[in-house]
């Protein structure tokens, strides 16, 4: 059984820095997108950063420079560093994993994790 686990969420102060870990377990994953989103109280969920199994990196806008996507391959688990936090990325983050196998598409979501940044 596929489980997406995030845990590193926190409350930190303005300016500060997070690391954020989603760890993927019960498959061969072998060629897979993983996706950082969050969701802020009261609105939509929003893509983040996006890393593939050949290493290609993708980032919002709004957080371009400041958070930084990689991975553990050895540990099937993926990290988002967050810095210079703002109060604007409070939100529930979640990691989503895409991943084909046996020739269908599969898509699994965490829990999510909290991160919250006071002013």
């Known amino acids: 059984q596929v489980q997406v686990v995030e845990s590193g969420g926190g409350l930190v102060q303005s300016g500060g820095s997070l690391r954020l870990s989603c760890a993927a377990s019960g498959s061969d994953f072998g060629r897979f997108i993983m996706r950082w989103y969050r969701q802020a109280p009261g609105k939509g969920r929003e893509w983040v950063a996006l890393?593939?199994?050949?290493?290609?990196?993708t980032y919002a806008d709004s957080v371009k420079g400041r958070f930084t996507i990689s991975r553990d391959s050895a540990n099937n688990t993926v990290y988002l560093q967050l810095n210079n936090l703002k109060p604007e990325d409070t939100a529930v983050y979640y990691c989503n994993l895409a991943f084909m196998h046996r020739g269908s598409s599969q898509d699994y979501w965490g829990q999510g994790t909290q991160v919250t940044v006071s002013s």
């Open positions: 890393i593939t199994s050949a290493d290609i990196t």
